[in-house]
Structures are given as C-alpha cells and as structure tokens.
C-alpha cells in the first residue's frame, strides 16, 4: 500500500467517522424533540384537561346524589314550609356543584386557548364543541339580571353541557394512549426520561 493509499484510507475512515457521528446525533436530537413533544403534550394539555374533567366528573355526580337523596327526603312530607326550605337548601347545595363545574369549565377553556397546538387533530372537532357549550351557556342560559334567551326559545334549543361524559371519554383516551405512548418511550429510551 502506498503512502497516498493510506492516507486516503484515513482521510475516508475520519469522513465516514464524522457522518456516521452526525447521522447519530441528528437522530439522538430528533428522538429528544419527541420526547420532549409527546412530554409536552401531556403536560400542558391532556393531563391537566383530563385532571379538570375527571374532577367535574366527581362533582356531577356529587350534584346528582345530592339531588336524589333531598327527593328521597322531601318526596313524603306533608309540611310545605319543611319541604320549601329543605329543596331549597338542597338545590342549593346541587348548585354549589354546578358553579364549581363551571369554573372549571373556565379553567379548561383558557387551557385549549393556551395549549390547543398539542391538541390531536383527531380530537379538534370535540375540544371546539366543548367550548361552544360554554359559551351557549355564557350567552343563552337565562340570567337573574332577564339577559340569555327567552324560555320560549330556549325549550326549542338543545340542551347545554356543563359535563359530557362522551367528552370526558375522548380526553380520557388520548391520554391515557400518551402515558403508555410515553412510558413505551422512555423503556425504549431510558436516557432521556430526566429531560
């Protein structure tokens, strides 16, 4: 082998080192950038949504047994006043339920204006009605002040959600698939679960 032979063995064995180095590094950053995406999309979007609908969860039906056990309760009194005074505090206990779910509701909808770009498109069209029965029921729900619509009108309107147990579901999916999605990862990767 001549001198111009083995210099030119090395001098392709350092390239071929350097794109060998490079390819794998290219790799190693864009297995980090979906890492760190998938990370991202649990973290500021599905699990705190999934968090906030599986508290209104709780609370509806908290709401719901409220309200069957004051029918229980004042179904066979025959005093109006005791019944008046126990169904109001009952409905109002019932409402107490309902005002969290709200603010809840809240918290979820500033929660997609912020982070509806880690959203799944498979999931855009659920996370867009969400938010269009909150602000039906911003709009139409009917007010003490007389504003939303009229009962008239109301009756003939579908009825406004303030918890969807079909939504609740789709949430519940997409994020239980990225947790296993996630943890499928990082098995695969165990280097990168601290980034």
Same mark, same amino acid.
């Given at each position: 082998?001549?001198?111009?032979?083995?210099?030119?063995?090395?001098?392709?064995?350092?390239?071929?080192?350097?794109?060998?180095?490079?390819?794998?590094?290219?790799?190693?950053?864009?297995?980090?950038?979906?890492?760190?995406?998938?990370?991202?999309?649990?973290?500021?979007?599905?699990?705190?949504?999934?968090?906030?609908?599986?508290?209104?969860?709780?609370?509806?039906?908290?709401?719901?047994?409220?309200?069957?056990?004051?029918?229980?309760?004042?179904?066979?009194?025959?005093?109006?006043?005791?019944?008046?005074?126990?169904?109001?505090?009952?409905?109002?206990?019932?409402?107490?339920?309902?005002?969290?779910?709200?603010?809840?509701?809240?918290?979820?909808? +500033?929660?997609?204006?912020?982070?509806?770009?880690?959203? =799944?498109?498979?999931?855009?069209?659920? &996370? #867009?009605?969400? $938010? *269009?029965?909150?602000?039906?029921?911003?709009?139409?729900?009917?007010? +003490?002040?007389?504003?939303?619509?009229?009962?008239?009108? =109301?009756?003939?309107?579908?009825?406004? &959600? #303030?918890?969807? $147990? *079909?939504?609740?579901?789709?949430?519940?999916?997409?994020?239980?698939?990225?947790?296993?999605?996630?943890?499928?990862?990082?098995?695969?990767?165990?280097?990168?679960?601290?980034?």
């Amino acid at each position: 082998m001549t001198n111009q032979q083995i210099f030119l063995s090395i001098l392709g064995g350092g390239v071929g080192g350097a794109v060998v180095t490079v390819f794998a590094g290219y790799i190693k950053q864009r297995s980090e950038r979906g890492f760190k995406l998938l990370n991202d999309r649990i973290r500021l979007l599905y699990g705190p949504l999934y968090y906030f609908l599986y508290q209104n969860k709780q609370l509806f039906e908290a709401s719901s047994e409220v309200l069957r056990a004051g029918g229980k309760a004042y179904g066979g009194i025959n005093g109006a006043m005791e019944i008046v005074d126990g169904v109001t505090k009952t409905i109002n206990v019932a409402q107490a339920y309902s005002s969290q779910i709200r603010e809840n509701n809240e918290k979820i909808m +500033q929660l997609l204006e912020d982070n509806f770009s880690f959203a =799944s498109p498979k999931d855009y069209a659920s &996370l #867009i009605n969400f $938010t *269009k029965d909150i602000y039906r029921g911003k709009f139409e729900r009917p007010k +003490q002040d007389g504003g939303g619509a009229p009962l008239s009108v =109301s009756i003939s309107l579908p009825p406004i &959600l #303030i918890f969807d $147990t *079909k939504f609740m579901e789709l949430v519940e999916g997409t994020y239980l698939a990225l947790q296993k999605q996630l943890e499928e990862y990082c098995d695969a990767n165990p280097d990168l679960w601290w980034k």
